[in-house]
């Protein structure tokens, strides 16, 4: 059996929280690859409201296994108080020990950074990710393993920031006092250390066994580290190959690809949008989409569908199927546009280019229609949203097999 994955192919927030927990209920496993707190996604079930973050969203699954693999950077404050929405969770609930730590320091790096930037802040959520991806690769980060013996790992991050004095007093952080810093330790320690494995092996036997296994990230692809608009990007490989080197398993590994995409564009932060709207239409997205970050609250930039960027992604991602969210967010507007280009010095272009600030968006115009909220059958959907889907396979060269019509899990169309 092969392991599906879920990956989001805009700026991260398409929508991929209802979708992986609509699919969860088929799987097994459900597996987290990459990424931190700075992700969010919120599911509606029966009404009711999930805001998840560290969490994998198949938890909405009494029978799934949840796994928060090793490419992760972990906040423990941040976990411990997201599982406190959940019960029973041992057996469930599996960390990786590999998976490395985002602790209280490194947020404040985070915003101290952001700050001397001034103008040419990146944008960031300021939760420490950038930061704790720092160290990793620096090879002077912590795993979560070492929360399994408290004391010694107080001891080295107090040594970090003996060794790194002069940095942290540039950025005016003190150095935790050493009783403090410890209790908080023993207070992680007792909270996750029931949780925490070797969750490699623990996917490589549910492959062996032919257990079905879902992968999700966090963010999209066009914040990805190496391929989105750098250094307007996430600290991370969001892209599906990043779900193989987050979880410690191997490209052969991998089954259906499944893009997320919402049916208009949302950035958050700083960085190029060539489709952005900044007029009345743009405010309708941001309104009737409720498009407010689920981690820090910020009101996203909204604009009309980049299909351009879509094609690009799904072809990095190798999508099989595009999964089309919040089409219902378009309903009444009295014509919808479609990013079929860009124009840039002068020249129509297809692609997406390293330096997507320098490109202008080139528009089709498709009638609007009135209603899609609660639609659950293709045929069903008016004739012009439709059009609008079929315009969105013809220039992305990908098939919309899943469309959501409204924030519930069951209204959803699945296309054969």
Not at 19 to 34: E, F, K, N, T, W
Not at 107 to 129: F, P, R, S, W
Not at 334 to 348: F, H, N, P, S
Not at 356 to 367: F, G, P, S
């Amino acid at each position: 059996m092969k392991a599906d994955v879920i990956v989001g192919i805009q700026w991260g927030d398409e929508g991929k929280g209802k979708i992986v927990d609509m699919l969860a209920q088929q799987y097994d496993v459900v597996c987290r690859s990459q990424g931190g707190h700075n992700a969010g996604h919120t599911i509606w079930v029966d009404g009711v409201r999930y805001a998840l973050h560290l969490v994998p969203s198949g938890i909405l699954n009494p029978k799934a296994i949840n796994i928060i693999g090793n490419g992760v950077v972990l906040s423990p404050e941040s976990l411990i108080k997201e599982m406190e929405q959940f019960s029973h969770l041992e057996g469930r609930l599996f960390i990786s020990d590999r998976a490395h730590l985002n602790l209280p320091y490194h947020a404040l790096i985070d915003q101290a950074k952001e700050k001397l930037k001034g103008v040419n802040a990146i944008g960031t959520t300021g939760k420490g990710i950038g930061p704790a991806y720092s160290d990793k690769i620096n090879r002077v980060g912590f795993r979560v393993g070492e929360l399994l013996n408290p004391k010694n790992l107080c001891d080295k991050i107090l040594e970090n920031f003996e060794q790194n004095r002069a940095i942290f007093d540039v950025l005016e952080i003190e150095t935790p006092k050493a009783q403090e810093l410890l209790e908080t330790l023993n207070g992680y320690s007792k909270e996750l250390s029931p949780f925490v494995t070797n969750t490699t092996n623990m996917i490589w036997k549910a492959l062996d066994e032919n257990k079905k296994i879902l992968l999700e990230g966090a963010q999209g692809t066009m914040l990805d580290i190496d391929h989105g608009t750098y250094p307007y990007v996430t600290s991370s490989s969001t892209v599906s190959a990043g779900a193989c080197t987050g979880l410690g398993i191997n490209p052969k590994d991998i089954g259906i690809v499944t893009g997320i995409t919402k049916a208009y564009c949302t950035r958050v932060g700083n960085g190029p949008f060539p489709s952005e709207d900044f007029g009345k239409e743009g405010d309708i997205m941001a309104e009737v989409g409720k498009e407010y970050g689920t981690t820090t609250g910020r009101r996203r930039r909204c604009g009309w569908f980049d299909a351009v960027a879509v094609k690009h992604a799904s072809r990095l991602n190798g999508c099989d199927q595009l999964a089309l969210m919040k089409l219902d967010v378009l309903d009444g507007f009295a014509k919808i546009k479609v990013c079929v280009a860009y124009e840039v010095d002068g020249q129509i272009i297809d692609y997406v280019p390293t330096a997507l600030e320098t490109a202008k968006a080139v528009y089709k115009e498709i009638d609007g229609w009135e209603s899609v909220v609660g639609i659950r059958e293709f045929d069903a959907l008016p004739e012009n949203a439709k059009k609008y889907i079929n315009t969105i396979e013809e220039v992305t060269g990908v098939k919309v097999g899943i469309v959501s019509t409204s924030p519930e899990r069951d209204d959803t169309i699945i296309r054969g």
